[in-house]
């Protein structure tokens, strides 16, 4: 484990100046600035995807006819394509796999459920554009992992065929913020506060009950759900919310590979340009995605 490697990026986060009172667009166009670039061999290729802003990112030798979608975190108000296409150029080589991200749209302006429409607008423009649901895949980090799951319900509660697979990257799931870990775990976690939680979950609620369903997946009925990928960080205020979601996807009948990846941060995979665990976390995540759409 490169624990130097770790701590001098948890330095470097700690070290950047934080303004509780930013709006969340200051906060977006911080966190664009912020992002890595995407590798110069990885090609994107915008595309609207029945309405929703797109891109297909596509590494050297993906498998054109596998595919993967892919929802950025972001507390639901902060995120782009262009703060994760790294990610999802790394994801794409891991997989062999085209990746459609989407820029759905962003509390407060558009709050619950718009996610979780466009989501499954662009879910459908995978399928009317050739995708086979048994070599397609749904994957997201923090918000997006939540909204992954939120998807799936959704594609399910619609009578449309379900992906083979979803991969899960320290998914946000419980609106409500009740897991121990959102205490435990406040003052080892550089990435994310109880208080900008409940910021962004208000915003994105606007008002509904957090224990809706398609909001947080938690409290959902998951039976009928396809194979499941959760990874974690052991030092994330979030890491009850994949505990949690793993142990009811199992108690609905859900597969789940369910991985807690020791003194990890939230999204850490984020961080692969720079850190081991990252690269290592997203190589499992193409082998479970590969293995899962032959």
């Known amino acids: 484990m490169s624990l130097q490697q770790l701590e001098s990026l948890i330095q470097k986060l700690r070290a950047v100046p934080t303004d509780p009172t930013a709006t969340f667009q200051?906060?977006?166009?911080?966190?664009e600035?912020?992002?890595?670039?995407?590798?110069?061999?990885?090609?994107?290729?915008?595309?609207s995807a029945n309405g929703v802003p797109a891109?297909?990112?596509?590494?050297?030798?993906?498998?054109?006819?596998?595919?993967?979608?892919?929802?950025?975190?972001?507390?639901?108000?902060?995120?782009?394509?262009?703060?994760?296409?790294?990610?999802?150029?790394?994801?794409?080589?891991?997989?062999?796999?085209?990746?459609?991200?989407?820029?759905?749209?962003?509390?407060?302006e558009h709050p619950f459920p718009a996610?979780?429409?466009?989501?499954?607008?662009?879910?459908?423009?995978?399928?009317?554009?050739?995708?086979?649901?048994?070599?397609?895949?749904?994957?997201g980090d923090s918000a997006g992992g939540g909204l992954a799951v939120a998807?799936?319900?959704?594609?399910?509660?619609?009578?449309?065929?379900?992906?083979?697979?979803?991969?899960?990257?320290?998914?946000w799931v419980d609106m409500e913020g009740s897991g121990e870990s959102m205490k435990t775990n406040a003052d080892v976690d550089p990435m994310v506060a109880s208080s900008n939680l409940a910021d962004m979950a208000n915003a994105y609620l606007a008002g509904k009950d957090p224990r809706t369903p398609l909001a947080s997946p938690l409290y959902a009925?998951?039976?009928?759900?396809?194979?499941?990928?959760?990874?974690?960080?052991?030092?994330?205020?979030?890491?009850?919310?994949?505990?949690?979601?793993?142990?009811?996807?199992?108690q609905a009948g859900v597969e789940v590979s369910y991985e807690p990846w020791e003194h990890m941060i939230h999204v850490w995979q984020i961080f692969v340009p720079m850190?081991?665990?990252?690269?290592q976390a997203v190589e499992r995540i193409g082998g479970f995605i590969r293995e899962k759409t032959p």
């Open 26 to 31: 200051r906060r977006r166009g911080a966190m």
């Open 33 to 47: 600035k912020a992002a890595f670039r995407l590798d110069a061999d990885i090609k994107a290729q915008a595309v």
């Open 55 to 108: 891109e297909w990112i596509t590494a050297p030798g993906a498998d054109a006819g596998r595919n993967l979608l892919y929802l950025h975190g972001g507390g639901y108000t902060i995120g782009s394509i262009k703060t994760h296409r790294c990610l999802a150029g790394w994801i794409s080589r891991a997989a062999h796999a085209r990746v459609l991200i989407i820029d759905y749209r962003l509390a407060p």
């Open 115 to 139: 996610a979780v429409e466009d989501s499954l607008a662009a879910y459908r423009f995978m399928l009317d554009n050739g995708a086979q649901p048994s070599r397609a895949a749904i994957a």
């Open 151 to 171: 998807a799936l319900l959704a594609i399910r509660d619609a009578k449309l065929p379900l992906p083979a697979a979803a991969a899960c990257l320290s998914p």
């Open 221 to 250: 009925d998951l039976r009928g759900l396809p194979p499941m990928l959760i990874q974690v960080g052991t030092a994330e205020v979030l890491f009850d919310d994949s505990r949690r979601l793993a142990e009811r996807a199992r």
């Open 275 to 279: 850190l081991d665990e990252a690269k």
